[in-house]
């Protein structure tokens, strides 16, 4: 499972609302690539796929996780760094044996 912070919550309701998105939220999952070898990935999607977590904030904000990336997610959270410029999502992922700099890719 994922948690989401409230101020994340947030964060992800203003884009969803920014982006025009009505309906949906946000696909959160890990790809191949990165210069640690694996990396974050966030997309709007309209609805859920088969098979997908779908994971509601109480605070706003809807995420979609396909099962192969829940693997590597699981424990994690997801935060909004407040003192990043534009407030960026962050991953604390527990999974993660080493992280690259910026924080948008890891190794397991």
């Known amino acids: 499972m994922i948690h989401v912070t409230e101020n994340a919550g947030k964060r992800i309701k203003v884009l969803r609302n920014e982006s025009g998105i009505v309906d949906g939220g946000l696909r959160i999952g890990v790809k191949a690539g990165g210069c640690s070898g694996l990396s974050y990935i966030f997309a709007w999607e309209g609805e859920s796929r088969s098979g997908d977590q779908v994971i509601e904030s109480p ?50």
Do not use: R
Not at 69 to 82: A, F, N, P, R, V
Not at 84 to 93: A, C, D, I, P, S
């Open 59 to 108: 605070h706003g904000g809807t995420l979609f996780i396909d099962q192969k990336s829940l693997k590597y997610l699981d424990g994690t959270i997801l935060d909004c760094d407040e003192n990043m410029l534009g407030q960026t999502l962050v991953f604390k992922n527990p999974n993660a044996k080493s992280t690259c700099g910026c924080g948008s890719s890891f190794d397991v």
